[in-house]
């Protein structure tokens, strides 16, 4: 190939190539800036605030539940004594009236000995 055959192919190549970068320079030039992301410690600042908030309410809930939990259980146990207590006196009376001693009475429901002879006392009636 002779020298002037390929200067003649290599020249409209090179046109074409400094036209397409002049026009990618100029489309760079016409596109608005992008905004540049906040500082990194804004962000981080923001993050814990969220991360803070985001506890705090979690904590609220928590204690919102426990709340509810501990009112039930103290309700539960109300409930339990009461119905311990009532069973504790049918069976002392259910002793009282088989004539058991107060003494005996107490050693078996688990009574004072006092309320023990309140109630053989009472099942004379």
Sequence with gaps: MSPLLVLS???????AATV???????RRAAAPAVAAPPPLEDQLAALEQRISDRLHDMDWRH?????????????????I????GERMIEQAI???RRGEEPSAIAAEVGLDLEEAKAIARLRRH
């Design 9 to 15: 192919l290599a020249l409209p190549a090179m046109a």
């Design 20 to 26: 397409a970068l002049l026009m990618l320079r100029r």
């Design 63 to 79: 204690a919102t539940v426990l709340d509810r939990i501990s009112a039930t259980t103290d309700s539960l146990q109300s409930d």
């Design 81 to 84: 004594d009461w119905l311990t």
């Design 94 to 96: 259910s002793l009282a």
